[in-house]
């Protein structure tokens, strides 16, 4: 059963292989108009077993709002990524 411990969110089990889901903060990529954009320590439901990954809809949504936003990602910071052929 998803919702609230005392200790944050519970996520659950994996829907992968049942062990029980661990909040970590991990980056996520995306793709759009063919730039690649990190979003940094983003609060993960992560399997210890499997590696499978969900977030929380709120934020996802948070995800969504920081990625309409083009003047924010204007000032973001940048990274270098090697891109191998």
């Known amino acids: 059963m998803l919702g609230k ?3 944050g969110y519970d996520y659950g089990e994996c829907e992968v292989c049942n062990s029980r889901m661990e909040e970590r903060r991990v980056n996520h990529d ?3 108009r063919r730039k ?3 979003v940094e320590g983003v609060p993960t439901g992560v399997c210890p077993n499997c590696g ?3 977030v929380r809809a709120e934020i996802g949504i948070r995800i969504w709002k ?3 936003n083009s003047k924010r990602i ?3 910071k940048r990274i270098l990524v ?3 052929e």
């Open 36 to 38: 690649l954009l990190v």
């Open 82 to 84: 090697p891109a191998i």
């Open 5 to 7: 411990k005392k200790d």
């Open 52 to 54: 499978e990954k969900i």
């Open 66 to 68: 920081l990625l309409e």
């Open 30 to 32: 995306f793709w759009i």
């Open 74 to 76: 204007a000032k973001a």
